[in-house]
């Protein structure tokens, strides 16, 4: 999985190879999560689970929140949240005194002493949890983060979109930079953790001007690379790009039909490459209505295609038959789906923002700075022209990507955390 619940996960079983993690967690996927670790217990040897149920025990206000959660945007979800932050605090402070649940998933059977607390998951900075407050009473050290800080929305990019969208940017970046200059519990937090992970570098000069603080950029999410088997990474890169046919220039674009990923840049783009043999392939869900209609309306219905939402597998083989990722978001943490082309030697075409921008250099893919929706098409053609006709400079690109993939992998960014847990402690 992807977005919040794949990143929490792949951080827990990164770091339960040099550590035992107790982890309390939102309960939605605990029978997924119970079946992993019966079918690996090698692995889960170092995994206890403790769960903390959101909306307790009544199940259509739990199922209810839930949707508030993944409808991404529901400002009513925080105050729910909130609670089961307090909840959560209550948990940790009963592990710290060995009081264990009795539902608890792996309970250890003596009274362990923890030497972190870990505020992971979710990287927004707006719901800090209470874990600074437990550290405070108990002497523990806190850790905040991964943290997504980024001051506000790009408001150059809100062109074409509805005048209640426009309004609602406004007002959610004025908010935000409210709660980062005056929220206390923010500045709690910030000030009790021994080590803030900013997870871009915008969100690392968010902390340095709203709250003085110096924070560890570290993205919150990372490539699955295989370290003992690097021949895996050479045949997914290489195999399937011999098997097509090389007329035709396949460019790939994945992601959610929303405002904030500016699909609407790519489909104007392919309208300046149209004297070249290039194609666009688009996954993804939503409503695409309205961005189906601007491929009509441009003339480009032959030359982008329309592939719907694929699974997992299916997109890791589509990173394998294309030749670029063209990732238009303007808004975003650290974008799964980079570092999966990247983990499939499949450069990309991005921003220079948000955690793309620090995912991608110049080894593995082209960055363009943000200005506005007209000049960004224009740029963006330009540098796959360039491509097109710099096959060698495409080649180069892809076989950089093993070792990009290696430096952001989740086993080498769950290294630096317990070499900082070490220092900590130390």
Not at 395 to 416: F, G, V
Request: hydrophobic share 35%.
């Amino acid at each position: 999985m992807g977005s919040e619940p794949g990143m929490g996960w792949n951080w827990i079983i990164s770091l339960s190879k040099y550590c035992d993690v107790y982890v309390i967690t939102e309960s939605e996927y605990r029978r997924q999560i119970e079946e992993w670790c019966g079918s690996n217990p090698e692995q889960s040897a170092n995994l206890h689970f403790f769960w903390n149920t959101i909306g307790g025990d009544d199940n259509a206000l739990c199922d209810k929140i839930r949707k508030m959660c993944w409808n991404q945007g529901d400002w009513r979800f925080y105050r729910y949240y909130k609670k089961w932050q307090k909840d959560t605090a209550a948990i940790a402070r009963d592990i710290i005194r060995g009081v264990y649940p009795d539902d608890s998933y792996n309970k250890p059977s003596s009274h362990v002493k923890i030497d972190i607390l870990h505020q992971l998951n979710m990287i927004g900075f707006r719901e800090p949890g209470y874990l600074w407050e437990v550290s405070r009473e108990t002497g523990v050290p806190f850790v905040w983060g991964p943290v997504d800080a980024k001051e506000g929305f790009p408001m150059s990019y809100v062109e074409g979109a509805p005048v209640k969208n426009i309004l609602f940017l406004h007002v959610k970046n004025i908010i935000t930079k409210i709660q980062l200059l005056f929220d206390k519990r923010v500045r709690c937090a910030a000030n009790r953790a021994s080590i803030i992970f900013s997870a871009t570098s915008n969100s690392a000069l968010s902390f340095r001007k709203y709250l003085n603080k110096t924070s560890t950029m570290m993205n919150e999410t990372g490539c699955s690379f295989d370290h003992n088997n690097i021949d895996t990474f050479e045949f997914n890169h290489s195999s399937p790009k011999d098997e097509k046919s090389r007329d035709t220039f396949r460019l790939l674009w994945v992601g959610k039909f929303d405002f904030r990923k500016q699909l609407q840049l790519a489909i104007r783009c392919m309208s300046l490459l149209s004297d070249k043999q290039i194609e666009l392939h688009i996954v993804g869900s939503g409503n695409a209505d309205k961005y189906k209609e601007e491929v009509r309306e441009l003339n480009m219905s032959e030359r982008i295609m329309w592939r719907g939402q694929l699974s997992h597998e299916k997109v890791q083989r589509a990173m394998c038959e294309s030749d670029l990722l063209f990732f238009t978001s303007v808004a975003e943490g650290t974008p799964h789906v980079v570092l999966e082309a990247l983990s499939n030697g499949l450069p990309v075409l991005c921003f220079d923002t948000c955690g793309q921008g620090d995912s991608v250099d110049s080894s593995v893919g082209i960055k363009i700075p943000l200005t506005n929706p007209s000049q960004s098409v224009c740029d963006f053609a330009e540098k796959i022209s360039y491509l097109y006709t710099h096959p060698e400079e495409l080649k180069r690109m892809s076989l950089n990507c093993r070792k990009r993939a290696e430096e952001l992998s989740w086993d080498n960014k769950a290294r630096q955390v317990i070499e900082a847990y070490q220092r900590i402690l130390r």
